[in-house]
């Protein structure tokens, strides 16, 4: 109210005193006389109440003075009245410009730092010249100019560098291209380190292929109108020939027989844009958090994030859909919290997707430096790195995925990264293909100890075939005294004898497996499991079936590494993973991969091969090796095993050692239920269960009708038949 006087005050004298603002020695009486006149008359000033006030301001400051005093007034009424802060607005801006003093000095230091690692590289005399504008790229003057140069066969497309959260952020490979010098273009990609036709300073290391050159003639060294030379596999379980035997050696398939990936397109997506809209979906839910660095592989972007504290994890979590629907995605998968950093992974499906061919991965420095013989090219993670799997260190693996998801073109990548690595004498492939028509392009290689399996029950018999082995070299390393297969084979070398081979059992559908014979395959399964690794076999085991009956939990139990991809729903991935995720995948080779020992599955693309890719280099090595001979003793074997495994409780010979004296006490009652042969033979529910559904197999009781106890349709004789020697009934 105060306030609102003195604003009307001032008002009221400043626009009086415009008017008539001297007092004349008529005094204060005709000074109002004259104001009033004057309003009346000419319609101005502030009539009768301006002249009180402004003539008791004139008289208390002077003319100047209530000048002064009325704008004043005015100034700091508004002041109060719309609360303004002249304190706060004065540290908004001092704040602001001492940003921005901040950011140029950060924008100097980043571009001396970027100077000195370009300059430091650099031989003398190859500084770039400057470009046609007349603009210096190494001084402070301008950035450093990003070249965007077209790709080269044989580069790998990696991930983008981490930035920083504040501005600048840089994303390499995203600015625009600059007009400059050939040679600072040519050096500049060879000091980013891209494979290519850059030139570095040290001699290029020779390549997988040229690396072997003493061992495996090369490519070139052959005619190609020579006939292909005859070639007969080792015997079951045996070393590679003897030297005097002079087999022709294993020349390996080109990496030319496999398609560089197409070139990608031009990167649309503004990842510094993705990480504001990011931050501030984030804070529109009360979450403060800053984005870390981003990592952008093939197909997903990762931008790690760090909350502020007091912030809880879960409520991230929960906003992912939140996420998708703001950045325009289909999904988004939250890593929470991110293995061995303190922040959390947020994983965005990029618009435009670049294919990993099998060829990038094959022909890196990662695959064929890798000293095992079982190295696998499984594809790349999210930041673009090579994913090389050793299967000697899985031991075994199981792959899970919905049908299209990408489970058997890794199959196919795993099989040809060991036809690239590894001779027939050091690995020795076992493949069964209950689909017929998926592998069986594999034929006739020399790596092969039998051709490949088809008939699910011949499968089952070679899992039974390869127990054995494993069991004949357990004890031939009992009597050299050594403890594995790495060890006895450095033994031989040392000798001078012949080595043991590797052995890999890959099967394509194991659900097939598991219809014909469930109890010797998962039996199998968890024996080669649990003790195959010191032998040297190893187990690839692959369904499009993720369900509890197919991927039992013995044999979960005992296959510790697992690949999954895209699964229809969460029931699923917490079959193969134990854990959530693999229902957000993207499918066509999007995958997690879970290794032994592993805190969370690491989430990586999957390499393509395609059918003329794997059927050029199948047709390459029987050219060149000539079509195997498979060894008769280990298929014997293996007929052997599998007319042992088709043996059924239907036959008469195999069944229940209950069994005879349950159909006894079925035929002395005149009925059979499960509660009855509880109580009967002192059996739990699960046994009883098992010799009711093997009777009524038999033909022995009647169908299951609800809560009634199964009727006997056998009669004595019928029993004395049926298990002779087993005594009679009482």
Request: aromatic residues 6%; contains cysteine; proline residues 7%.
């Amino acid at each position: 109210m105060v306030v609102a006087g003195l604003l009307a005050w001032a008002v009221l004298t400043l626009f009086h005193l415009f008017v008539h603002g001297q007092i004349l020695e008529t005094g204060f009486f005709g000074y109002v006389k004259d104001s009033y006149l004057l309003g009346i008359g000419g319609r101005t000033g502030g009539g009768a109440l301006g002249a009180v006030l402004a003539f008791l301001t004139m008289k208390l400051f002077g003319t100047a003075g209530s000048y002064i005093f009325a704008v004043t007034a005015i100034l700091v009424c508004i002041v109060a009245l719309t609360h303004f802060s002249v304190r706060k607005k004065g540290q908004e801006v001092g704040e602001r410009i001492a940003q921005s003093v901040k950011d140029q000095k950060e924008k100097r230091q980043q571009r001396r730092e970027e100077k000195e690692l370009y300059v430091a590289d650099l031989e003398p005399g190859s500084l770039p010249k400057k470009d046609k504008l007349g603009i210096d790229p190494l001084t402070e003057k301008g950035p450093i100019p990003m070249v965007k140069r077209p790709r080269y066969p044989g580069d790998v497309e990696l991930g983008d560098p981490p930035f920083e959260p504040d501005e600048p952020i840089k994303v390499y490979g995203e600015n625009d291209p600059l007009e400059v010098e050939e040679a600072f273009i040519e050096r500049a990609q060879a000091l980013k380190g891209v494979g290519g036709k850059a030139k570095r300073r040290e001699a290029p290391k020779p390549s997988f292929f040229e690396e072997e050159q003493p061992k495996n003639p090369s490519v070139s060294d052959f005619d190609e109108n020579e006939p292909p030379r005859p070639r007969s596999a080792p015997e079951a379980g045996g070393p590679e020939s003897a030297p005097e035997k002079r087999e022709p050696a294993y020349t390996r398939p080109p990496v030319d027989l496999l398609r560089l990936p197409p070139k990608a397109g031009g990167q649309t997506e503004d990842v510094r844009e993705k990480a504001k809209i990011l931050k501030e979906t984030l804070a529109s839910f009360g979450i403060s958090a800053k984005v870390l660095q981003v990592n952008r592989g093939p197909v997903i972007t990762r931008y790690e994030l760090q909350p502020a504290p007091g912030i809880k994890v879960s409520r991230i979590l929960n906003l992912s859909d939140d996420i998708a629907l703001s950045m325009a995605a289909p999904g988004v998968r939250i890593e929470a919290p991110i293995p061995g950093k303190a922040a959390i992974g947020i994983e965005v499906p990029n618009q435009k997707s670049a294919m990993v061919s099998l060829r990038e991965v094959l022909d890196s420095k990662t695959f064929w430096n890798h000293p095992s013989k079982l190295a696998v090219a499984l594809g790349k993670d999210i930041a673009g790195t090579d994913l090389v799997i050793d299967l000697a260190k899985m031991p075994h693996l199981l792959i899970a995925g919905a049908t299209g998801s990408g489970k058997s073109v890794c199959i196919n990548s795993i099989l040809l990264s060991i036809l690239y690595k590894a001779d027939p004498a050091e690995v020795k492939l076992i493949v069964v293909d209950p689909k017929v028509v998926e592998l069986g392009n594999y034929n006739g290689i020399p790596h092969l100890m039998i051709p490949v399996v088809t008939d699910p029950k011949k499968a089952a018999g070679a899992l039974k075939w390869a127990v054995v082995e494993m069991e004949k070299r357990y004890r031939t390393f009992a009597d050299a005294r050594v403890k594995n297969i790495t060890q006895y084979n450095e033994m031989m070398a040392e000798a001078g004898e012949e080595k043991m081979p590797f052995i890999v059992v890959i099967i394509d559908e194991l659900a097939d497996l598991m219809m014909v014979a469930a109890k010797d395959v998962e039996e199998n399964i968890c024996r080669l499991a649990q003790l195959a690794r010191a032998a040297g076999i190893h187990l690839v085991v692959a369904t499009q079936r993720p369900s509890a009956n197919v991927i039992t939990g013995l044999i979960k139990a005992n296959i510790p590494s697992r690949i999954a991809f895209a699964v229809s729903s969460m029931i699923d991935s917490r079959i193969i993973l134990d854990a959530p995720g693999a229902e957000k995948l993207l499918g066509r080779g999007d995958m997690l991969y879970f290794p032994m020992g592993a805190s969370k599955p690491t989430r990586a693309q999957g390499c393509f091969v395609s059918e003329d890719e794997t059927n050029g280099v199948a047709d390459y090595i029987r050219e060149r090796m000539g079509v195997a001979e498979y060894s008769e003793e280990v298929q014997s074997g293996i007929e052997a095993a599998a007319g042992g495994s088709e043996e059924s409780p239907a036959g008469g010979e195999d069944y229940d050692e209950l069994l005879p004296l349950a159909v006894k006490t079925a035929l002395e009652y005149g009925q059979a239920s499960a509660s009855m042969f509880q109580r009967r033979l002192r059996v739990g529910y699960s046994r009883a269960s098992r010799l009711i559904d093997e009777m009524e197999q038999r033909g022995i009781v009647s169908a299951f009708e609800g809560s009634k106890s199964r009727n006997v349709l056998i009669t004595r004789e019928d029993y004395e038949r049926m298990f002779p020697g087993e005594g009679g009934l009482l």
